[in-house]
Each structure stands twice: as structure tokens, then as C-alpha cells.
């Protein structure tokens, strides 16, 4: 989004200048919604000027045909809050009458588009009057001021911005009078100043001083700060001309009308009036209001948070090697599959034969993986070395058909975790790094065990027509090694896969039955493991294996058949499950978009934090309790 730069000139110096004081131009406001034609409404510090004193420049070159209307004549509607002090202290010296003296000749003099509203404070500040035209509720309400109470200044401040803030559509304006320190307000004087900032309202202060404590200073501060003027006075007598030079200033803007020649945003505009100018760069299709269009110079880190420290290089170039590990992963984990044959061979040879096809294919296959990552990957291997696990490992991506070793998975799965962690931690914090961490944790070895576990429920169904397609090779004439080649070419993966290996290994030498027993193994088939042992009785004591496989085949589809009852016994806790698990996660993407901000503290608050991190851990426990209810046995 393109951000408003305007180079200001200098703010009233106050509201009674003398002779001699620097003339100002300030620009309060710039609307280019209805580009080509635009409009700026322009404050000027100094007598009235001349039509033919007020040149415009749009991208360094005049515009020609510029219309120059007072404001009072234009179609802006300007907006004054006058804040009025009636705390106890302005009954001394006539100074609450002196002020309502005042305020009833501002408001007698407005001008036709200007809309007043009251705000009187004293014990606390309330809205007297709210926006309107109609001169006689305000000079009712003005009569009936009466001194009393204590200083609430600053909640009047407050309480004024407020009411331009429910009025972007008026040119925004305060007007504050008080004698006194602030001395009950809950909100402080920046404070204030942050609510006017936010009305981008421009904050004109008059303070009487004389004898007891003044927030002179603070008024001046507010008035500088919003681009507005301070004056003050120990005789509540001039009050009444404080308030007309006031008035006077108000009303010498100007609302400038011309048709942009601009072709792109954003736009330079310099706005001249006798010999002073104001500077601005706006987009086009916007509107820029009081304070939005001061230059705000904002110096971004080159790095984020923590990468901008000293240790922010050593942790780039940590990234830096992750991120090539797990590009040399793709490499590993999308090559070419290999024959089933080569795998058989190099099972028995120790490796891929010298010069065969199979050696050419592996070292282009090294040639693309990096150095460093086959290093990693082969002190991995040293690391783990000499225990189960890795052969655990190998098992599991064997029963997942992932073409992955047990020294690769290791590896690129402790990048993933360490890369995705820290990534966390350094953008959200310890605890979404802490949450990051588990969850890195956790799904890998989730969906590992999924795969696995669909692969070997497909194997489980695909068993009994298996085991019926080899009874009628059998009967057939075929052999068993004959009858298990042949039902290898007709039945899908993953049977058809691990039966042609079971083939191709008896033919190298293998035992049939050693080969069955591996594959019952790779699968956690129970199932399988009855067919290995029926072909072992039947080979040690002889009989008829086909009907001995169609027996076992028909008692493998009744205990499916029962399977498929469980299954459907037991879907209303399945069902249950998974509600209780989404439950909480839909719940708050609800309440988030019904009521934005409502579960802010439970991000942003350490103690939120917390309660997210303990809620998600107890969701996943209960989660897998009902799982683990449901899962019955067959």
C-alpha cells in the first residue's frame, strides 16, 4: 500500500500573532477519490489572500485552471468540538462567564457548513451538545455551564476526539479551554494526545493561568504535536478576542478544485500562497486527513527479530545447509525406481554388478545428490550404527513403499524438525516454536504409519482372492513357484508386487518358504503367516493344497465379513472421535470470524499461549484414547 509523505510547513505560533510572525500554509486534507478531478483543503496562517495569490503545482508543473473557494462556501463540512473547563477553580475573577461569553460569539459567527458540538468537564467530562448546524441548543447549553467539581481535562480531551472520530466526514477540530492541572482523569495527557492523533483532528488550546497549578506546558504540547496553536492569558477578559483570532485562523482555509493530468501514483502537489508553501505526495484513490499526511519515516531492519542479531548470521547459514539437505532429499526421494531384480541382486552380490546398467543409473543418481548431503547422510549411518532401530526404520518405509533408507529418513527428518522450529521460533516465540517442534515431531512419524498401515489393510483384502486364484492354478496343473508367478501378473499392488518378489528370490536360490515368512513379515500379516504355515504342513506331510488354500481363503473371508460388522459397530465412536477432535479447532475458527479479536489473548499472553499448548496435547491424548477404544481385534 502506498503511504502518504507530505512535508508541512510550520504550525501557528498562536492564535494572537503579532505583526511580524511567519506565515504558514498547512494542508489538512487531500481527496483524490474522484481522480481526474481532486480537491485539497488548504489552512492558512496569515491574513486573507488573494485568489491570484494561491498557485498550484501537480508533479512539478502548474496547474492552470485551479478553483479557489473560501471555505465557508465550499460543499466541506468542518467540524469543531469546543471543550469547555467548568471545573470549580473558573468561578474566580467571572472566568466560566468570560468563557461563555466567548464561546456564545464563536458559535454566533460560524460560518454555514461549520458543525459545533460541546463538551464541558469538571468532575468528568460529558457531551453537552453533539454535532449540529442549529446555533440555539448550543447557546442553551452554553447559559446553563455552572462551575464545579474538580479538573478532568484530559478524559475531555478525550471525550471530544471521540465524537470526530464517529465523523470522518467533517474536517476534524478542537478547541480547549482550562485553568487548571488535570487532577482526576483516568486517561493522561498522552493519552489524549493518541485520541486526537486518531481523529487526525488539528487541537487549538488557550489555557488562564494566574495563581495554582497549570497544564499550560502539556496544552502546548497537545497543540503543537496535532498542528494546531496554544495561547494563553491571565486575564479571562480576553477570552472573548482569543477565541475571534481563533476563529479568524479556522476560517481562512481554502478548498482547491482542479482536474488531475496525473498518470500514475502517486502524485507530487506543492500548494504556494503568498510566497509560503506545503509540500505532498499522494496516491491516487484515497484521502489523506490531518496527521496521515505528516511524514512518518519509519527504519525497517534489513533481517528480522533475531536474524538482525549477532548470532543472526550463524543461524542464516544453519538454515542455509537444511535448506540444500532437503533439496538433495527430493532428488533421493523422486529418483527412478529401480527393477525388483536389481534389488534381489544386489541383495546376494553386495552391490549393483561393475559396468551394468544399474551401476550407470546409481552414480548419476550420487552425481545429482550433493556431497554434503551424502556425507550427512553416511554419519548418520556411523552415528546409528550397531543398534535395531535403523533396521526397524528400514522395515517401516519397506511396508510404506517409500524409496527411502533408514540413514536418509533419519536425516532429512531431523532437518525438517530442527528448520521448521527454529523458523517458528524465531518469528512467534518460545511457545509456537515449542508447539512447531511437536508437531514437525509428530506428523512424519503419522504419516508414515498411515502409509504403512493402508498399504498392509489393501494386502489384507487382496489375500483371499489371492489365495482362490492360486487353489485354481493348482488344480490346474501348475506348481506352486508356477501358480504364485502366474496370480503375480493378475492381481494389483501391493500383492502383486511382493509376490514377484517372492518369485524372483526362490529362483535365485531362496527358500520358497524363507521368502513367505520375509513377506509375512514386511506386511504384519497374521493372515499370511496361516498360509505360510499351511504350505509348510502340506510340504512336510503332503496332502491337497488347494483345498487346504480355498479352506483357508473361505475362513479369511468370513473373519473380513466380521471385520466389516466390527466396523460398522463401532462407527458411531469413530464418528464421535473425530468430532472431538474438530470440535475445538471449528469452534474457534467460529467464535474468529463471529467476533474478531475475542481470542486475542489466548495468542498474545503468555498464559494464552499455554492454555492453546495444553489444549491442543489434551485434544490429541483424547483423541487417541477413543481410537484405541474403537480398534477391536479381529
Given amino acids: 500500500m502506498k503511504r502518504f509523505v507530505v512535508a508541512l510547513a510550520v504550525a501557528f505560533l498562536g492564535f494572537a500573532a503579532p505583526a511580524h510572525a511567519a506565515e504558514s500554509v498547512t494542508i489538512r486534507k487531500v481527496d483524490t477519490t474522484g481522480f481526474p478531478a481532486m480537491k485539497a ?78 463538551v464541558a468537564f469538571a468532575n468528568e467530562a460529558r457531551v453537552a451538545v453533539n454535532f449540529t448546524t442549529d446555533a440555539g441548543p448550543l447557546l442553551g447549553a452554553i447559559d446553563a455551564l455552572a462551575p464545579a467539581g474538580e479538573t478532568a481535562l484530559w478524559d475531555a480531551v478525550r471525550t471530544g476526539a471521540n465524537l470526530l472520530t464517529d465523523r470522518p466526514d467533517l474536517l476534524p477540530y478542537l478547541v480547549v479551554l482550562s485553568d487548571g492541572a488535570d487532577t482526576v482523569s483516568a486517561s493522561s495527557a498522552d493519552d489524549a494526545l493518541g485520541f486526537a492523533r486518531g481523529a487526525q483532528a488539528g487541537v487549538f ?6 495563581p495554582g497549578e497549570s497544564d499550560a506546558p502539556a496544552l502546548r504540547s497537545l497543540a503543537q504535536a496535532t498542528g494546531g496553536s496554544f495561547a494563553e492569558t491571565a486575564d479571562p477578559r480576553q477570552l472573548g478576542k482569543l477565541y475571534e483570532a481563533l476563529q479568524g485562523a479556522l476560517q481562512n482555509q481554502y478548498e482547491l478544485r482542479w482536474t488531475s493530468k496525473a498518470k500514475a501514483s502517486p502524485v507530487d502537489l506543492t500548494v504556494q500562497i503568498s510566497g509560503v508553501h506545503a509540500d505532498a505526495q499522494v496516491a491516487l ?56 531384480i536389481d534389488d534381489v541382486l544386489q541383495a546376494y552380490s553386495g552391490g549393483p554388478a561393475p559396468g551394468s546398467a544399474t551401476t550407470a543409473s546409481v552414480a548419476v543418481e550420487r552425481a545429482l545428490i550433493p556431497d554434503s548431503v551424502r556425507r550427512a547422510v553416511e554419519r548418520t549411518t556411523q552415528l546409528a550404527g550397531g543398534g535395531g532401530a535403523l533396521e526397524s526404520l528400514d522395515a517401516r518405509l519397506d511396508q510404506a513403499d517409500l524409496k527411502l533408507s533408514a540413514q536418509e529418513a533419519v536425516l532429512f527428518y531431523a532437518a525438517g524438525v530442527t528448520v521448521l522450529s527454529l ?140 471385520r466389516r460388522e466390527v466396523s460398522a459397530l463401532t462407527a458411531e465412536g469413530r464418528l464421535s472421535a473425530i468430532i472431538v477432535g474438530a470440535l475445538p479447532l471449528l469452534l474457534g475458527v467460529a467464535i474468529a470470524v463471529l467476533n474478531p479479536g475475542y481470542l486475542n489473548a489466548l495468542f498474545t499472553t503468555t498464559i494464552g499461549k499455554g492454555m492453546v499448548l495444553g489444549a491442543t496435547l489434551l485434544t490429541v491424548v483424547g483423541f487417541a484414547w477413543m481410537k484405541k477404544t474403537i480398534e477391536i481385534e479381529v
Avoid at 205 to 210: P, Y
Avoid at 467 to 481: D, F, H, K, N
Fill in 423 to 562: 523458523g517458528a521460533l524465531i518469528a512467534s516465540g518460545p511457545m509456537i516454536g515449542l508447539a512447531a517442534f511437536i508437531l514437525t515431531a509428530l506428523i512424519p512419524v503419522a504419516l508414515l504409519n498411515q502409509l504403512g498401515q493402508r498399504r498392509r489393510s489393501s494386502f489384507t483384502k487382496q489375500l483371499p482372492d489371492t489365495l482362490q486364484l492360486l487353489a485354481s492354478s493348482l488344480r490346474a496343473g501348475y506348481s506352486l513357484l508356477q501358480g504364485f508367478d502366474a496370480v503375480a501378473e493378475e492381481v494389483n499392488d501391493p500383492m502383486g508386487r511382493e509376490l514377484r518378489r517372492v518369485v524372483l528370490e526362490t529362483r535365485l536360490g531362496r527358500e520358497m518358504e524363507a521368502s513367505l515368512e520375509d513377506l509375512a513379515g514386511r506386511m504384519r500379516s497374521q493372515d499370511f503367516d496361516w498360509v505360510v504355515m499351511a504350505i509348510r504342513i502340506q510340504r512336510e506331510v503332503g496332502g491337497n493344497l488347494a483345498e487346504l488354500l480355498t479352506s483357508v481363503a473361505e475362513t479369511m473371508i468370513s473373519r473380513e465379513r466380521l
Fill in 41 to 118: 483543503s488548504v489552512l492558512f496562517n496569515g491574513g486573507r489572500p488573494s485568489v491570484t495569490a494561491v498557485s498550484l503545482r501537480e508533479n512539478g508543473r502548474i496547474v492552470p485552471d485551479v478553483e479557489v473557494v473560501p471555505i465557508g462556501e465550499s460543499t466541506t463540512a468542518v467540524g469543531v468540538v469546543l471543550v469547555i473547563d467548568t471545573s470549580g477553580s473558573m468561578k474566580a475573577n467571572g472566568r466560566l462567564d468570560q468563557a461563555k461569553a466567548a464561546a456564545r460569539a464563536f458559535v454566533e459567527r460560524k460560518l454555514p457548513n461549520d458543525q459545533i458540538a460541546l
Fill in 205 to 210: 488550546t488557550v489555557a488562564i493561568t494566574g
Fill in 285 to 340: 484513490n484515497g484521502v489523506s486527513l490531518g496527521s496521515s499526511t505528516q511524514p512518518r519515516l519509519v527504519n525497517a531492519p534489513s533481517v528480522p527479530g533475531p536474524l538482525g542479531s549477532s548470532a543472526g548470521p550463524l543461524v542464516i547459514a544453519l538454515m542455509a545447509a537444511v535448506a540444500g539437505g532437503l533439496a538433495g532429499a527430493g532428488f533421493v526421494l523422486f529418483r527412478r525406481e529401480r527393477p525388483v
